[in-house]
Each structure stands twice: as C-alpha cells, then as structure tokens.
C-alpha cells in the first residue's frame, strides 16, 4: 500500500483523537516505529492491522471509522491540499460529481505511483446519480462516502447518499441530490490561504 495512505490513518487518529491513540494504534499493530513515510511502499497487512487496531481501540464500527478517515481528508485544516484540488472539480456539486472519473489521473499528475480507485459516475436523471468504486482493495467505498458527505457540504448542496457493498474492493455510492443551493457553501479561491 502507497505510504500516503498509511500516513493518512496515522494523521486522521493523531489529529482527531491525540497522540496518545495513535500510540496505542501503533503498538498493537506492532509497527516498527510510530510513524509512516509517505512516499514509501508498505506491505498490505501492515494497513489491514492498522485499520483493524484503529477500529479496536476507537470502538466504532469499520466502515464508519473509514467515512470518518474520508470527511478527515477534505475538512482538516492540515489537509487543506485535498480539499482544493477537489473544489478544481467544478463551480457546484453537480459538476464536481461529474469531475470524480478524472480524480485518479489528476492525483497522478501530483503523485505519479498512487493508485485511487476507479470512480465511474452514472447519471440516472438529473438529480440522482450512482458513484461505482472499484479498487484492488476493500475500504475505499466508505472513504469516498465521507468525502461526498464533506464535499456536499462544502458546496452548499443537500444529498441523501447510501453506500452499498457488491463485494470487496466494489461499491456504489447512491446521490439523491435534493437541493443544489441548500444553504451557502464554503468560499473557494484559486489562491491558497483561508477558503
């Protein structure tokens, strides 16, 4: 597994929880140091252990701690990166939906060994949508559905979203897009700093 995905597991405990959590999260995953570099390559079972000690000593549920790790990604002020290479997406949610098949090409051009799952779009009318992501590996589903939930916020927008399993590493995430201004959305400027 790319180390940015480990890195993040590690920043969304260590941020969100403390210090003293991610700890505990690394010694029973009996990691060798605290610590994840980012552009390193680990062994699978290294993130599945870590996931699952997460989950032990959060005492929550798999696929929420997953959700949790996603509305982390594009919401935490020490990840703001993410959120602005997302908002280049479109000018509303809609388009921002209509963005996420080129999500992992884009990512590329950032890091060019990340691996992001296949996110295919498929529009059953103009305000319900199912978002298919498929990857090598199982958790990538509730990820997204958090930074849906996130997003969909950040533009303003009111959604219902269900995720539904088909298999490992197989997911649909259905969009009922209910109002697209809903409420104001959080400002977005080409330029980084606050927004």
Not at 48 to 67: F, G, I, M, S
């Amino acid at each position: 597994m790319h180390g940015l995905v480990n890195r993040a597991i590690q920043c969304f405990v260590r941020d969100t929880y403390g210090n003293e959590i991610w700890l505990d999260v690394a010694r029973g995953a009996a990691l060798e140091g605290a610590t994840f570099e980012a552009m390193l390559f680990y062994d699978d079972k290294v993130t599945d252990h870590v996931l699952e000690r997460t989950v032990a000593v959060l005492n929550k549920p798999r696929d929420q701690v997953l959700e949790d790790i996603g509305i982390y990604l594009v919401s935490h002020p020490k990840v703001e990166a993410l959120r602005r290479l997302l908002r280049f997406g479109g000018v509303d949610f809609t388009d921002f939906l209509h963005s996420l098949d080129d999500l992992p090409d884009r990512a590329r051009m950032a890091v060019s060994d990340l691996e992001l799952p296949q996110l295919e779009l498929i529009a059953i009318d103009p305000n319900r949508m199912s978002l298919h992501v498929r990857a090598p590996h199982d958790g990538f589903g509730p990820v997204m559905l958090g930074v849906l939930r996130t997003m969909a916020d950040d533009y303003g927008a009111l959604v219902f979203l269900d995720l539904r399993h088909l298999g490992a590493g197989d997911d649909v995430i259905d969009i009922a897009l209910v109002e697209a201004s809903f409420a104001e959305g959080r400002s977005f400027t080409l330029t980084a700093g606050k927004g």
